[in-house]
Structures are given as C-alpha cells and as structure tokens.
C-alpha cells in the first residue's frame, strides 16, 4: 500500500481523510494540523494525528489542503524528494518548490456537515513527471472517475468559472429569494425553475438555452422590472442584461 | 365535464393542451390560434381547431396562451359572461376587461421539444371572486399539487426573480462556458458544481449558502481572477461581488 500523509483537517481535508481511511491502494498513515482541537471529532479516532511537523512520518506522497496562504510555507518543511501536492483551485503548481510538486484539486464546494459523493466530483490533476502524473491519478481513482489532467493556468480559469457558476449564481438565488420575501411570496415557488435552469444543461449549452425580456429586446417588461428593484437589485439587472444583449447582438 | 378552450398554439398553450386531453374532469372542446399552421402536429389530430375567432365554440372557461401584447385585444372578442383567463407573469389580471377575469400562470420554461412533467410545475392563480379561483383551483389540480393563490404585483415580483434565477443565471453558466472554451477546459468540469449549488438550497437558505472570494474580502484573489477575464466579465465580476460585499457588510 502506498502511505499518504494528509495535511490540515478543514473542510476539504476532513473529507478527504474520511474516504482515503477507506482505501485498499493507499495507506493514510498520519494526518498533521496546527491545532489539536478539531482532532476530537470521531473521524480522527483511530488515525495517527499530530501537531508538529517534526514528527511527521515517512509517505510517499504530502497532500497539502490548507489554507491558500500557508501552502509555500508548509511545503518547504517537508522531505523535497517525495511527492508534495496541494488541493488548492487558485494556487499555481509552481508555489511548492522542487522537482516532485502537484496538484490534487477536487472541484466542488464543501461543508463538514453534508456528505461527501466523491464519485461525481471531477479531480483536476498536476504534477511534474509523467511518473507523479501516474501516481496521482491513482490516488484520484479512489475517489472518481471523473479524473482531468488540468494546467495551472486552466486551473485558474476554472476557478474563476467556479466563481461565476457558483458564488454568483447563488447570490442572484439570495436576492430572487429577498424580492419573494418582500413581497410576500415564498421562495419554493422558484425552485422547479431552478431545477428546470441546470436540467437544461444536459441538452442545451447556455448559449442556445438562453431566454427571457433582455434576449428579446423586450424594453417594455425589462421597464416594468426595474421599476420593482432596490438600486443594487437594479445594477445587477442592467448589467447582466446588457452582457445578453452584446452577446446575443449579432442575432438580433 | 367542465369545458375549456384554449386561446393560442405557442409553447405554453401546446403543453396545457397536452395535459388538458387527458383530463377527466374537464373537456378541451376547441383550441384557436391565428394560424393554422402550428395545428399540424399531431397534438392537433383529434381536437377541434379554428383561426377564427367567429367560429369559437361555447366553454365555462377561455384559456389565452398567446404573447403578452395580444391578451387584452383578444379578451374583448370572448363571451363576457365566462371566466376568461391568461397565462402570463408579467401582465395583471386587470388587463383582461369584465367581472370574470383571471389568471393561470404557471412558473417554468417551456420548450415544444421537451416533454413537461406538470407535477412539479407551480401554478400561479389569481381572480375576481372565489366562485372563479374554485374553478380554476380545480383546473389547476388536474396539472399539479403546487397551487399558489398569487395576485397581479407579487406575481410580476415573481417574474423578476424569476428572470433572476433563470435567464441571468443561465447568462452566468454561459459566461462560465466561454472561459472554459478560451482556456480549453471541458465546461462539464464544471456540472457537478452547478448541481451541489442547487441541491444546497433544499437545506440552506441562498444568505446562508454564499461563499468565495467576496464574502471573504479576499482581495489578491479577486484581483488575480479579474486579470482573467474580459471586459463585460470584469463588470459582471465587480457588481456581483459588490453586491455579495454590501449583503454580508454588517457581519464582515
């Protein structure tokens, strides 16, 4: 069995720690984090913890899920001829120093609380040699299939995508569900619609799935919806109007 | 049976009349439409059709599923004795003249080519007096458990944060999809994020859902990530994070 040293216990790492206990190729031998406090949690029960980089054991691969930030810092103290990757979206390869970095990025957003089905979550993976590349995704294939050779740079790009279909997407959610409460309708009204938005996806790429008053130029109702919006409501509904219709100006 | 004929052959009307052949409970006698040529589909085989509005049947209620501008010109050439009601979020009730207008709206996208499963679909209704919101709470039963009692002004607040969660968050999707294409990226990397954004919103509220950069304040990502994208990007970026920033102010 390969032995895998785990570094940090967050959200990510909490995870991740949870499904690697599981593994018959990969051995999760230790897993290190600044503070004690959230070893409590059962999960850590009957796994070598630490608080000290000093007695850290031997692995044949580091993964390194902490805080953006602390990455460089953290990967310098540990053994430079062993495999050391971090499972940062943002962070290029190249902030861990040496021949033997890579990155190990689940995308996918992550709460302690709610469980993890690792099998629909794509692993974009990145290392410096064929060799690690191998190794890595080896290591993925006990979590997914779904399994991406992805450059620092497309990993960033990604991540910025992340950000458009994710924090963004749920901020326009937030303030659908503010003008329902303001007007007294509830929030689960709009949910099939929401449901309807992705299932689209399947058949339609957002281009073509595209509809509503900004595509059709329709001045009238945009007009009367804008009449309905708070100031900030209302840059949000300029705004994103706008991008519709240079994006959709050839057409019409 | 209760009779009902349907005014209109578009996408909305093509599915309710669909659903309104196998009732039991109510009898579609007739479907008009300005032309005739969307009456060669085989929906159209065993129902009674007409372009003429002379040659309009009796019914118990008139269903007007044709484009917002036309609903109220149409509405006059109807007997005014039946409930005559539309199907649009954004138009009031009002807009249809007499003592038994209406309003039957349900809220999702429609496409002819994709079969609907009514079930799930929220039917919005609104009219003049309780003997006619029976009636239609009655018709609406035979498309879905979902029935909301929903007057003219919340209705056209539901039509925004509709536009909300669907044509804008679809725009979002796209834009996501041309970042992918410019840095080469499969865009279905990037699905399963989409579909744990949703699923989220069966257990957190979209104020408690939000994370990212933003909300952080985490300003060296938010500047790495506006580096990559466009202009119209970069104003979408701003404003939403922006927004995120004043919504979560007074906690940050």
Known sequence: MTKVILIGAGNVAF???????QSIHF???QVYNRSATVFNDALYNDIKTTTSLEDLEEAAIYIIAISDNSIAHLAEKLPQNKLIVHTSGSMPMGIIQGDRSGVFYPLQTFSKAKTVDFSSIPFCLEANTDEDLLLLK?????????????????????HVAAVFVNNFTNHLFYQAEALCSQYKVPFEVLLPLITETVNKLAELSPKDAQTGPALRNDTKTMEAHLALLNTKQQKIYTILSQSIQETYGEKL
């Open 27 to 29: 051995e999760l031998v």
């Open 138 to 158: 080896k290591l993925a294939n006990e979590f997914t299939t779904k399994i991406y050779e992805i450059d620092s740079v497309q990993r960033k790009s990604l």
């Open 15 to 21: 995870h991740l720690t949870k499904q690697l206990k």
